[in-house]
């Protein structure tokens, strides 16, 4: 588990001048002759203890620390609820400018005070911090028994004003000085640290996170040590933005509160898993597409969803056997992974052939079709033409609606084709509610395979049932809510096979014979002529028996 750890320091000169409760209340450093009684005095609430508090010294000349006070005892209550406490610290140099830094017991700078100038640190606690000059000083002249001191009315350093030389009480409330307000009616300073961006930890959805802030009271001194904070510190915070409260109470029940936010950022990627797959090419378009989802194996991230992609998702005739391809698993943070999958592409339809003498089309069709009319829809059919003798127990007729593409009814036939002239015939099917159209269709199959698939009023694409996958051929004509009753579309001319018939207009309809204007004629035999050569022997280019080959991938004869 991740652990983020902030210390908050406090050295903001804001905080130095306005909000001490501890603090420099009076300083000597140098008097006529040589130096005596050298030393500061420490001010603030009474019943605050100094241990673990210090003083460090500093050569304005350079901003090195040269020496450490380290403090002691409890500050008394010499009025008001106020006190101070005297240390004597022989050897404080004497300015141009000189400084010394007053530091708590969390090892946090409270105060960096300078006289004769302002310096920076480069050393000590302090190190980095410019000093604050408290804008009096001490010559050379000055009588034994004098000092800087801060005088006025209130409780906290910045309603204070450095005076002097005046005479020196050390350990004692200064001439001139009033504390107020033993803090019952005032708030505690609180402070929060600033704002915490962090990364989740590894293996989480989250990170813990540990912080301090800082508590300061006119009465009851340093209270940073009474903050609760909500969450807790060392809590595990989630991903995204979290609000922090902190909130300090001090001995008079006065309460202040801070916040701050802990942002923990999802910077680790999802995991990538692919799987391969096989896939077949569409036997009429010679393509085939895939979504990422087909490849994908359980890709997850820990903290939420994952969107994918592919680089490759469309396939085609040039692409049969084995492709890498390659899923990408983005998180919602924008993170992501891949890994590499192989699409095997396979072309297993054969291809379709017309040789010679073999029909150049469908020999059993659609031959007519009535679906709308004047008013209430009246003897709804669909007719299906061909050799006579033809068994239809192993045919079907599947409706389709052109919104959507999905079936809604499939008729299975009966019977056989008669023979009306030539060896040719036609079979009536009525249907009731066949769809009006814009566009709709119907499939005509023979055991499941698609014979034809033809519509009126547009064409579509079929997204189930037999047709899934194929495209209708408009066939160009169509009725209307204005049809006469007693109409349909009907095929009409000369031939043998669906091609060599046309579709006509609405007119008066035949169901169950062929229809007017249209003429079957017999198959005809074709043949190409052999010549033998001199040994009795003949080539026969395979080329000159096809008369068609549907194929969308190539072939060769």
């Known amino acids: 588990m991740k652990k983020i750890t902030l210390t908050l320091l406090l050295f903001l000169a804001v905080l130095f001048a306005q909000a001490q409760a501890v603090f420099i209340n009076e300083l000597h450093y140098d008097n006529t002759g040589g130096d005596v009684d050298e030393g500061f005095e420490i001010a603030g609430p009474s019943g605050t203890d100094l241990t673990g508090w210090k003083v460090e010294l500093y050569n304005g000349s350079n901003g090195t620390d040269y020496g450490t006070i380290n403090l002691s005892g409890v500050i008394p209550d010499e009025g008001a609820g106020f006190g101070a406490l005297g240390f004597f610290a022989s050897g404080i140099q004497n300015g141009a400018p000189d400084g ?172 990538a898993i692919c799987q391969n797959i096989t896939i077949e090419l569409d036997p009429i378009t010679g393509t085939a597409t895939i979504d990422p989802t087909e490849v994908d194996n359980g890709s997850s991230d820990l903290c939420g969803a994952v969107s994918l992609s592919l680089d490759v998702s469309s396939f085609d005739c040039s692409m049969t056997g084995a492709n890498t391809v390659i899923l990408t698993v983005t998180d919602n943070a924008g993170n992501s992974s891949t890994c590499t999958a192989t699409v095997t592409v396979q072309d297993t339809t054969a291809p379709i052939i017309t040789c010679l003498g073999e029909a150049s089309g469908p020999s059993v069709f659609i031959n007519e079709i009535h679906y709308d009319n004047a008013g209430t829809d009246e003897g709804e059919a669909i007719e299906i033409a061909g050799p006579s003798g033809t068994d239809l127990s192993t045919y079907s007729i599947v409706l389709y609606n052109g919104n959507g593409g999905t079936e809604y009814n499939t008729v299975n036939l009966s019977g056989t084709i008669d023979d009306e002239g030539n060896g040719f015939g036609a079979v009536n099917f009525e249907i009731a509610d066949i769809q009006n159209g814009s566009p709709d269709g119907i499939v005509l199959a023979n055991n499941g395979n698609v014979i034809q698939f033809l519509s009126y009023e547009g064409s579509f694409t079929a997204v189930d049932g037999v047709a899934s996958g194929l495209t209708s051929t408009d066939i160009g004509v169509s009725e209307g809510s204005g049809t006469p009753i007693g109409e349909s579309l009907q095929l009409s001319g000369t031939g043998t096979y669906y091609p060599d018939f046309t579709w006509n207009a609405p007119t008066a309809a035949t169901p169950g014979t062929i229809n007017v204007g249209q003429i079957y004629i017999a198959p005809t035999t074709s043949s190409t002529d052999v010549y033998l050569d001199a040994n009795g022997m003949a080539s026969v280019d395979p080329n000159d028996l096809l008369v068609s080959v549907d194929e969308a991938c190539g072939y060769t004869v």
């Open 100 to 271: 010394l830094a007053l530091i708590d017991a969390a090892n946090t700078v409270i105060q960096f005070l300078s006289y004769e100038g302002s310096f920076t640190a480069t050393s000590g606690t302090a190190n980095g911090m410019t000093s604050t000059d408290i804008g009096v000083f001490e010559p050379s002249s000055s009588p034994i028994g004098e000092s800087l001191q801060l005088i006025g009315t209130g409780s906290l350093y910045g309603d204070f004003t450095w005076s002097g030389p005046t005479t020196a009480s050390s350990g004692l409330i200064n001439t001139g000085q009033t504390f107020v307000g033993s803090g019952s009616g005032s708030s505690p300073t609180i402070t929060c640290p600033a704002d915490i961006t962090v990364n989740n930890a590894a293996g989480t959805c989250g990170a813990e996170v540990s912080f301090t802030g800082f508590a300061m009271d006119a009465e009851d001194g340093n209270i940073s040590s009474s903050i609760i904070a909500t969450p807790a510190s060392g809590s595990t915070f989630p991903v995204g933005v979290n609000t922090v409260t902190l909130s300090v109470t001090d001995s008079d029940n006065n309460t202040a509160t801070c916040q701050f936010t802990i942002t923990v950022v999802d910077n680790e990627a999802p995991v």
